[in-house]
């Protein structure tokens, strides 16, 4: 009985904390800083920082890049970051980007507003267990998939 409990308490140890919805995280977030909207974030991603062994929420918005810490649900990271040049052309807000990516493909753990200077195109690029996917930033329409 020991050697189970040592083998699921050791098959535990290292996985991700229960995920947060990208709103649900941000509110955590906002309400630890007391600033920031969602239709202001421009990148959000879920994912472990190998390097600090955090499993964090990273959220950037103009000025400022804040990751929110999945296990203890705390704010371990706030820094300014100057806001890219391509936010100033057209594009959906993030939470219609993320309600078109959740109805077509699935919840996603990147969503990330990028120029793709080849292709000259700005995208939503969003990353999950669907693959990767570039919308249109400007309409929504999907441009790419694999």
């Known amino acids: 009985m020991g050697l189970v409990l040592l083998l699921l ?23 630890y800083l007391g600033q920031g909207s969602l239709e ?3 990148k959000f991603e879920y994912g472990l920082k190998p390097k600090e062994g955090w499993w964090v929420y990273e959220f950037q918005l103009p000025g ?26 057209p594009h959906i807000p993030f939470p219609q980007a993320l309600s078109l990516v959740r109805a077509r493909y699935g919840e ?5 507003l990028k120029p793709k200077p080849k292709e000259r195109l700005l995208v939503w690029e969003a990353k999950g267990s669907f693959g990767e996917v570039w919308l249109e930033a400007a309409t929504g329409k999907e441009v790419f998939r694999r």
């Not at 308490?9 to 309400?31: K, M, N, V």
């Not at 400022?64 to 806001?83: C, F, I, M, T």
């Open 40 to 42: 202001q974030v421009y």
């Open 64 to 89: 400022v890049e804040v990751w929110l810490e999945a296990g203890s649900r705390r704010v371990v990271l706030y820094r300014p970051k100057k806001p890219p040049s391509h936010l100033a052309e």
């Open 108 to 112: 996603p753990w990147k969503l990330e």
């Open 9 to 31: 308490s050791a098959w535990g140890f290292g996985q991700s904390p229960r995920p947060l919805t990208p709103e649900a995280a941000f509110t955590l977030a906002t309400a």
